[in-house]
């Protein structure tokens, strides 16, 4: 609870994908991926309530395991490859609405990543209570660097680059000269439950950045996302000491 306002966090895991099959339930450092952020709300200050949003038994047990409550299963229409995710985050409300369970405040925190830890969480909720005159939401972001578009190029029609941005590559910026950027980064998701269901989307004209290091911008997609999440985590104290 934050300012006398309920927070529920929801964790989204369906049991189908592509990219890394049953990506949502592999293990990460002897725990299921889905048993990170379920982990991370429950250490939170705010969190009420941590409730896991999947199509399948498996997950289901799993995420109870770690400390998750499944009331529901996700019907299956709302888990398929095209179901936009504003389906099943209604769809979670709903329910527990339908069940005399109300919120004030939603935490999205999908199993994908993994680096979110409760101090985030408390710190995007108390920035986003801090400043509701003027924002709705807070969503996780993190700073555009080497993947900054001043530094893009294309291909031209015989295969050699050109600069994407610049008129040539003698005029592109300095890095320290280009304007700051950011990327979604997919680590959180925070919005009250009215401008949710409202805008039916976490981002809109009223929504905070939080802004998350690099390494913890870090989303499982692929393989190789993993192994760099787990390379990450056997050296998080070392990397923690360099950022202090």
């Known amino acids: 609870m934050i300012d006398g306002q309920r927070v529920l966090a929801l964790v989204p895991a369906r049991r189908g994908s592509k990219g890394l099959p049953l990506k949502n339930i592999r293990p990460l450092q002897g725990k299921p991926l889905l048993a990170w952020p379920i982990e991370a709300a429950r250490a939170s200050r705010h969190v009420d309530r941590v409730v896991i949003s999947t199509d399948d038994t498996e997950f289901a047990a799993l995420a109870v395991a770690a400390g998750a409550d499944a009331p529901f299963l996700r019907p299956a229409e709302l888990a398929n490859d095209t179901a936009p995710s504003i389906d099943f985050i209604l769809h979670a409300l709903d329910?527990?609405?339908?069940?005399?369970?109300?919120?004030?405040?939603?935490?999205?925190?999908?199993?994908?990543?993994p680096l979110t830890e409760a101090e985030d969480?408390?710190?995007?909720?108390?920035?986003?209570?801090?400043?509701?005159?003027?924002?709705?939401?807070?969503?996780g972001v993190t700073p555009l660097v080497s993947t900054h578009p001043a530094f893009a190029v294309r291909l031209d029609a015989t295969g050699l680059m050109q600069p994407y941005a610049a008129p040539s590559f003698g005029q592109l910026p300095r890095r320290q000269d280009t304007e700051p950027l950011y990327s979604l980064d997919g680590s959180l998701y925070v919005s009250s439950v009215a401008a949710i269901r409202r805008e039916r989307s976490f981002c809109h004209a009223r929504t905070l950045p939080h802004v998350t290091p690099r390494w913890k911008s870090f989303e499982v997609d692929d393989l190789v996302d993993f192994i760099c999440i787990e390379?990450?985590?056997a050296q998080r104290d070392l990397i923690r000491s360099s950022e202090a």
């Open 95 to 113: 329910t527990l609405e339908d069940a005399g369970d109300r919120y004030d405040y939603l935490v999205l925190l999908e199993p994908t990543s």
């Open 121 to 139: 969480i408390d710190a995007a909720l108390e920035a986003l209570a801090a400043q509701r005159g003027v924002a709705d939401a807070i969503v």
């Open 231 to 233: 390379a990450i985590l």
